[in-house]
């Protein structure tokens, strides 16, 4: 991983630069938020339905 403000080498998870002592900017993904919840909506609708099939079932029975 290379400094992003001198381009010195610095190993790997490295928080600050070695060379310079710049903070090394770890790379983020952007927008992953957005992703999350879509991920928690669908995990709650999963949830919903397990729940409504077992309700059916024990009603059924
Ligand atoms: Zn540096």
Do not use: E, Y
């Not at 957005?34 to 995990?43: G, M």
């Amino acid at each position: 991983m290379n400094c992003p403000d001198c381009g010195a080498s610095n190993p790997g998870g490295a928080k600050f630069c070695g060379s310079c002592g710049n903070p090394m900017q770890a790379p983020q993904q952007v927008g992953g938020g957005s992703k999350s919840s879509w991920d928690n909506i669908f995990k709650w609708i999963g949830i919903f339905f397990v729940g409504m099939f077992v309700l059916a079932l024990l009603s059924g029975l």
